[in-house]
């Protein structure tokens, strides 16, 4: 598991504490849903590496 904390401070993210314990405990939440989902992907499955939510209004 992330420590999703550590990985903002890293960034240097202007968090205040509550913002990111607020995050972090999102962030926990959505990779305890979706980690056990991947264990059934293969592994020759390439990543998608882009995700574009809306391609008719591309800049």
Do not use: C, N
């Not at 968090?15 to 059934?40: I, N, Q, W």
Request: aromatic share 6%; proline share 10%.
């Amino acid at each position: 598991m992330q420590d999703w904390k550590a990985i903002a401070k890293a960034q240097g993210l202007p968090l205040a504490a509550a913002e990111l314990d607020r995050a972090a405990t999102a962030l926990r939440t959505l990779e305890d849903v979706f980690r056990p989902l991947t264990a059934h992907l293969p592994h020759s499955l390439d990543p998608a590496t882009v995700f574009d939510p809306d391609p008719e209004h591309e800049t």
